[in-house]
């Protein structure tokens, strides 16, 4: 027996800013329990910066605040 499927990848952006080498990078899911709005995931490298609905994984604002926080 196999577990249901929850999230299913339906996006993948890269984004043009670039921080120590290494580009922002989003992916957008549609989700079981927000069919709606997805879940969205931002990463840089291996960090996570932020998850919230599926605009997370394109928003440029969300990596260029955090590209300036440090």
Request: proline share 0%; glycine share 10%.
């Given at each position: 027996m196999t577990a249901p499927q929850m999230v299913q990848p339906t996006q993948l952006t890269?984004?043009?800013?670039?921080?120590d080498e290494q580009p922002y990078?989003?992916?957008g899911f549609t989700c079981k329990?927000?069919?709606e709005h997805g879940l969205?995931?931002?990463?840089h490298g291996a960090l996570?910066?932020?998850v919230g609905g599926a605009?997370?994984?394109?928003?440029?604002?969300i990596a260029r605040r955090?590209?300036?926080a440090r």
């Open positions: 890269v984004h043009d800013l670039v921080k990078l989003g992916v329990w927000d069919r969205g995931v931002l990463m996570c910066v932020e605009d997370t994984a394109f928003l440029g604002w955090h590209a300036e």
